[in-house]
């Protein structure tokens, strides 16, 4: 008898959606069909869209040495609610960054005590960390994240060339991806100066000084680098059409690169920006309606591999003022990626299942998730897509209630979400025991992205 039966949802596997039901024994998928017997637990899922739970690629929960910015506990707790079952911590803003063995096995210790959902953790690259690498590659780092423009912390400062040559070299013999924050930094520090030094201090003011291009000539450049040392290369939250197209061209040209966009470049214009102020900076910013529109389109014919969250929250006093260059710069909202995609009616629950879970789990080697079907860990988020809900407060379970997306309402609601068979979001309810565990990439294979065409 399995311990658990799922009833009568519709069912997104990779060969397609269905009317079935889900056995579950001892946290992992038995079997997908119609009628199945009885189980010890038995779950309703009638008129509800059973999806893969949501692998959220990008986040910084803070934690250790920040913790009162996010924590894993309340991060994790957010992203069930958002029918998110795992997430990949980055380097920063905690504290010590993870860039050496010691700071990654403080780093895990305090989120296997503290994290409702599995989690993995990338590791740093920054000027003199790429002797580290090896080490950090044996605990099970998912990858390398490095800036090419300031992170805004001396402690995590920008990778220059070499040191990005350097650690895609070792990259490539390692098996592991480098993730890039690409943003040009003399061009976006150059505009800022500029901009300071007359005065002009408002959200217009930071737009224009981290333009389009500034993304077009990372992208373009970090992936010939790619390309000369063999690295793996992972683009984070890439925020224009333009810096997609960058990156198609660097993947025809060989370079094995995978591209992320973010919820908020696609629900956000530099509109919304202006209007809603400091609790909409972020880096790279967001774009103009046509950039927006861009992305959308190259979502929608499979050019995006995978949308995050980019969750970066901050103390409230951190995002307030009139200096838009000296306020903190992060959007939370880790409840809402799997919203934002729910809202598009033309959008294939198969797309969504590959963008929020499929391609995370095979590009980045996570054994037994990102699929449901028979033999991967039970992660499901149960959808009510008859449903709607306008986002408030009361729904937020991130430590601080800042988010560009309250007063919105979304079509579709998360209902429930399921880590291994087991209930870590019904209805608004969270458990208190922390379920989530370390996982560490496979290595044995590295899933390329698919070609454009």
Same mark, same amino acid.
């Given at each position: ?6 009833r009568? !949802?519709?069912?997104?596997?990779p ?12 946290g ?7 009628g199945l017997?009885?189980? $010890?637990?038995?779950m309703?899922?009638?008129?509800l869209?059973v999806l893969p %739970?949501?692998?959220? /690629?990008?986040? @910084? ?11 894993s506990a309340t991060?994790?707790?957010a ?5 998110g079952?795992m ?12 860039v ?11 989120l296997?005590?503290?994290s409702?959902?599995d ?5 740093g690259?920054?000027?003199?960390s790429?002797? #580290? ?5 044996g605990r099970g780092?998912?990858?390398?994240k490095?800036?090419l423009?300031n992170?805004?912390l001396?402690?995590?400062?920008r990778?220059?060339?070499?040191t990005? *040559? ?6 490539a013999? +390692? %098996?592991l991806?480098?993730a ?5 930094e ?9 901009? /300071?030094?007359?005065?002009? $201090?408002?959200m &217009?003011? *930071?737009?224009q ?8 000539e ?5 992936a010939a ?7 793996k290369?992972?683009?984070? @939250?890439?925020s224009?059409?333009? %810096? ?6 660097? &993947?025809?040209?060989?370079?094995d690169i ?7 470049? +696609?629900?956000?214009t530099?509109d919304d920006?202006?209007?809603? !102020? ?8 967001? &774009?103009s ?5 861009? +992305? ?7 050019? /995006?591999d ?13 995002k307030t003022?009139?200096d838009?260059?000296? /306020? ?7 409840q809402c ?11 294939d629950? %198969?797309?969504?299942?590959r963008?929020i #879970?499929?391609?995370?789990a095979?590009r980045?080697?996570?054994p037994?998730?990102? #699929? ?5 860990d039970?992660d ?12 408030g407060?009361? @729904?937020?379970h991130?430590r601080h209630?800042?988010t560009?997306?309250l007063? $919105? ?5 998360v209902? &429930? ?7 870590i ?12 565990r ?5 290595l ?6 698919r070609t454009?065409?």
């Amino acid at each position: 008898m399995p311990d658990l039966v799922i009833r009568n !949802g519709t069912v997104v596997t990779p060969a397609g959606s269905v009317i079935a039901d889900v056995a579950v024994e001892d946290g992992v998928i038995a079997e997908i069909a119609p009628g199945l017997p009885g189980g $010890t637990r038995e779950m309703d899922a009638d008129g509800l869209l059973v999806l893969p %739970g949501l692998i959220d /690629i990008h986040v @910084h929960f803070n934690e250790p040495g920040r913790t009162e910015w996010e924590g894993s506990a309340t991060g994790s707790r957010a992203l069930a609610a958002g029918g998110g079952v795992m997430f990949f911590d980055m380097p920063l803003n905690s504290s010590p960054c993870t860039v050496s063995a010691a700071a990654f096995d403080e780093k895990r210790a305090a989120l296997e005590r503290s994290s409702l959902t599995d989690f993995a953790l990338w590791g740093g690259l920054i000027p003199g960390s790429v002797d #580290a690498m090896d080490d950090l590659a044996g605990r099970g780092v998912i990858g390398f994240k490095a800036f090419l423009s300031n992170s805004g912390l001396d402690e995590f400062p920008r990778a220059d060339d070499l040191t990005l *040559y350097r650690g895609m070299q070792k990259a490539a013999r +390692l %098996g592991l991806p480098v993730a890039l924050h690409a943003e040009n930094e003399e061009i976006t520090s150059g505009l800022a100066r500029e901009a /300071i030094a007359q005065g002009r $201090t408002g959200m &217009r003011d *930071y737009l224009q000084s981290r333009p389009v291009i500034a993304e077009v000539e990372a992208i373009t450049r970090a992936a010939a680098i790619a390309r000369e040392t063999g690295a793996k290369l992972h683009i984070v @939250h890439v925020s224009s059409g333009s %810096g997609v197209v960058a990156a198609l061209e660097a &993947r025809e040209r060989g370079t094995d690169i995978s591209i992320e966009t973010c919820a908020h470049y +696609l629900f956000f214009t530099e509109d919304d920006a202006c209007r809603l !102020g400091a609790v909409a900076k972020c880096a790279p910013p967001l &774009r103009s309606r046509s950039e927006r529109d861009a +992305l959308w389109d190259l979502l929608r014919n499979g050019s /995006i591999d995978v949308v995050a969250s980019d969750h970066s929250p901050a103390p409230p006093t951190m995002k307030t003022g009139s200096d838009f260059f000296a /306020i903190w710069g992060g959007i939370a909202g880790v409840q809402c990626t799997l919203p934002v995609l729910l809202n598009q009616s033309d959008f294939d629950p %198969g797309q969504i299942a590959r963008l929020i #879970a499929g391609f995370p789990a095979q590009r980045f080697q996570i054994p037994n998730k990102g #699929a449901i079907e028979p033999g991967n860990d039970a992660d499901f988020v149960m959808v009510d897509m008859a449903a709607s809900v306008t986002l408030g407060v009361e @729904h937020l379970h991130q430590r601080h209630k800042l988010t560009p997306y309250l007063g $919105t309402t979304f079509r579709g609601v998360v209902k &429930r979400t399921l880590l291994r068979g087991q209930t870590i979001f019904h209805d608004g309810a969270i458990p208190d025991e922390p379920h989530g565990r370390f996982v560490r990439p496979t290595l044995s294979t590295y899933a390329k992205p698919r070609t454009n065409t």
